[in-house]
């Protein structure tokens, strides 16, 4: 009879240890899979940049007349200050007609911001009348394009407003 009792309280007890260990193993798990879940969703989206310059303000459709972009380019390496807007690589002067092309990784589209500035005359108008910029038809060079689109003017871009205009990588 004793040898009973101790064979069942020693079963009870290796029963209880085993039922404790799985709590804390799902204690441990369930912690994992919150910790992996608030990384996913807080770290950032990995994006890479892609500079842009165009000769001048104008619609390609009325042969650069208007407000768009004429005679669009872009750089992986383009020469830049510490505010991200592109320079003259000697002169070190900024590029009024430039943007920053942000492009995302994973699905190989982004937008590209224009920043403007009241200094330039062109820009001043945009910022005074609020122009909508359009793009006629696809900007395409040899590594991007720039989506055609009625792009809207947007308060929230840089200190005075700007433009944010949809982009695919080739």
Known sequence: MKKNILFSSIYALIILISCTENEELNSISKTKENINSTTTRETPVKFHLIYATWDEWGRTSRDCKGFGLCNFTSCTFCC???????????ENNRIANSGIIKIFDNTKLGFMIIKLNPTDSTHDNAIRNRKTLYIDSDLRNENLILLSGEYIFDNSIGEYGGYKIAAKEL
Do not use: E, G, S, W
């Not at 830049?80 to 000697?90: F, G």
């Open 80 to 90: 830049t200050d510490a505010y991200d807007n592109i320079v003259d690589c000697i």
